[in-house]
């Protein structure tokens, strides 16, 4: 009995969190169509969520790009595709790789660094001094962060395919002996409009779920300061899991047979 009774308490508790972060969602959803707006705190998270995350996911893109283009040599060499290399880097990266890479960078560096802030406010009461304000915690804080995380994370993802395209173009001239020529052509022929479209697109929602976890956790920090610590920890792991998990119902949803 303790045993059925233990199973029943997390599974409580689990459609509990479940219905209080759906209705956190709906609400932060709510939020960015819905007046007022703040418009100098929307301009600071753009820029902490997009222009300071720059040297981060570019450095992660061209060493993905790297990797890729030697890592393809290798593999289509022995079957004689070397010539596939371009095409392989290109799809691989607008798909699948720019978006991931940049949207995990993006949730250890801002999710963590939202769940820290907004934590550290909620043990120190500046919420609720907020609230006897007449300001709407919830329009002052999170709005901002999630509007800045949906409209920053596709120019991120943007530059990290050019940044992840271009380190496999500077291997395959520089260590595969790739003519420059012939390899700009396979990339222009396989490069594709829908590819980066799907890319772009996961962004969105990446850019959504990163900053909305960072504010949940942050928001229902409740432990005082050492719940601080185990918020950004929270904030990381499941943002990183949901760009998983997102990933590939995306994925299935476009490329899905």
Known sequence: MR????????????VARAGHFAIFAGKGLAGCVMCPFYVKNLW????????????????????????????????FSGLSGENTVAAVVVVAITRELGPVLAGLMVA????????????SMRVSEQIDALETLG?????????????????MMPFLVLIA??????GGFIVGITRLSFSSGLYLEQLAKHV????VFTGLVKATF???????????????NSNGARGVG?????????ASISILVLNYLITTLFFGL
């Not at 250890?108 to 934590?119: D, L, Q, V």
Request: with cysteine; charged share 10%; net charge neutral.
């Open 161 to 166: 395919d050019i940044i992840g395209v271009f």
């Open 108 to 119: 250890g560096r801002t999710s963590a660094a939202m769940a820290a802030e907004i934590g």
């Open 230 to 238: 185990d918020a950004t920890t929270r904030a990381v792991v499941s």
């Open 44 to 75: 600071q998270q753009c820029l902490a969520v997009g222009f300071y995350a720059l040297p981060v996911v570019g450095l992660t893109a061209i060493f993905a790009g790297f990797v890729l283009a030697l890592q393809s040599y290798s593999g």
């Open 192 to 195: 594709l409009a829908f590819d």
């Open 135 to 151: 300001v709407d915690p919830f329009k002052f804080l999170v709005t901002p962060r999630l509007i800045a995380g949906i409209c």
């Open 3 to 14: 045993f059925v009774r233990f199973l029943g308490c997390m599974t409580l508790d689990g």
């Open 206 to 220: 990446f850019g959504f779920s990163i900053t909305l976890w960072g504010c949940y956790c942050g928001f229902t």
